[in-house]
Structures are given as structure tokens and as C-alpha cells.
T-cell receptor, first 109, second 119 residues
């Protein structure tokens, strides 16, 4: 799996968009970008994934740069319940997910 | 859909005893199941990969005789921590995977975790 780099922590005001960056400059052509989050003392929760096109679902949007070397996860209207550690993982999708340190997002009222 | 359960959610045991943790995929058949361990303030670490009916593949540094994995069916995997010691206290998380509808990649779904405390 390609190495990913994320900021250690971020703050976001409640109701505002949270933009979480991820750098994956060594990503291979067959590797997807996955985002998971882990709320304290729970198992990781799938958010979204993409290969090269931007993706959107009911939880978030994923913007992948044209060269695929970086991506941004967007939570359009952050709530207190979105406070969690967010993990960006680059993987071909047929191997177990390997987690880095992630970004600790704190949503502030 | 795609729900994974774990039982128990937490367990406290005495040093030297064995503890079994169950992982079930409730509404799908999992091609593969994975076991992770997470220490406080750290990320998840993959312990082993298991496929139904075959021996588990353990990551480097994980003792296969201490962490016994049985994958009895496409919906059930168990992790037994044998002769548990305080240093085995951790948050154990399982996940189950299935192929996407197009078969291009695996979708991996996680259980809620089991907190093990060894006294």
C-alpha cells in the first residue's frame, strides 16, 4: 500500500465544512483512496472511497487531484458527532486495510 | 446491510486464563476476516487474516500459539487469547470483507470492538 500523510489534528467549527487533506504521492494506478473514521472506543466506520473521479455520498465528498497524489475529504456541515480520528488509506482493495495515525478532527461548538 | 458484530463487547479476566472473542458478519458471507489490535492512543494494528476453512495468516511479531484464530464458517471467526497477561489488555477489532458488486475490490466492514482487560 502507498504511504499516506495526514495532519495530526484539525479543528472545525460546528456547522462549517471540514476539509481533511491526505497526501499519497506514491500511489499506484490500481490503488484506491479509502477514508474511514473511528469515534472513540468504537470500530472504524467506512466513509467513502474513490479511484480517480470525485465521489460523493450521504456522509461526505472525496476530491482527488488529477495526478492522484493527494485528496481531500469534505464533511459539508460538521456536527459534534463528527469528532473522530479520520484515516486515509491507499490500497489496491484486495488486501487488508493498513491504518496510519490519521487526523484527529475536533468539531467545536 | 453489511453489519459485523463482536461478542463480548468487553471482558475482564484474571492473568493466565483464556478468553474467546467472536466476530460475526450478520447479513453477508465474508470471504475473509481480519483481526486488529489497538492500544490506547495508537492506531489499529493488523494481527492476522483468516479465510474460512484454512489456517490464519499472522503478521510478523504476532504469536500464533497465543492468539488462536478459528474461522468455522463464512459468517463466524473467533479469536482466543490463551494464557492472557496484563500486556494483552487491548481493544480487539475484527473486520469482514466481501467483494464489491462489480467484483473489482474488497469492501471491509468493522465490528464494534472488544475491550479486554487482564488483571
Amino acid at each position: 500500500d502507498a504511504k499516506t500523510t495526514q495532519p495530526t489534528s484539525m479543528d472545525c467549527a460546528e456547522g462549517r465544512a471540514a476539509n481533511l487533506p491526505c497526501n499519497h504521492s506514491t500511489i499506484s494506478g490500481n490503488e484506491y483512496v479509502y477514508w474511514y473514521r473511528q469515534i472513540h472506543s468504537q470500530g472504524p466506520q467506512y466513509i467513502i472511497h474513490g479511484l480517480k473521479n470525485n465521489e460523493t455520498n450521504e456522509m461526505a465528498s472525496l476530491i482527488i487531484t488529477e495526478d492522484r497524489k493527494s485528496s481531500t475529504l469534505i464533511l459539508p456541515h460538521a456536527t459534534l458527532r463528527d469528532t473522530a480520528v479520520y484515516y486515509c488509506i491507499a490500497t489496491p482493495g484486495n488486501t487488508p486495510l493498513v491504518f496510519g495515525k490519521g487526523t484527529r478532527l475536533s468539531v467545536i461548538a | 446491510g453489511a453489519v459485523v458484530s463482536q461478542h463480548p463487547s468487553w471482558v475482564i479476566c484474571k492473568s493466565g486464563t483464556s478468553v474467546k472473542i467472536e466476530c460475526r458478519s450478520l447479513d453477508f458471507q465474508a470471504t475473509t476476516m481480519f483481526w486488529y489490535r489497538q492500544f490506547p492512543k495508537q492506531s489499529l494494528m493488523l494481527m492476522a487474516t483468516s479465510n474460512e476453512g484454512s489456517k490464519a495468516t499472522y503478521e510478523q511479531g504476532v504469536e500464533k500459539d497465543k492468539f488462536l484464530i478459528n474461522h468455522a464458517s463464512l459468517t463466524l471467526s473467533t479469536l482466543t487469547v490463551t494464557s492472557a497477561h496484563p500486556e494483552d489488555s487491548s481493544f480487539y477489532i475484527c473486520s469482514a470483507s466481501r467483494f464489491s458488486s462489480g467484483g473489482l475490490y474488497n469492501e471491509q466492514f468493522f465490528g464494534p470492538g472488544t475491550r479486554l482487560t487482564v488483571l
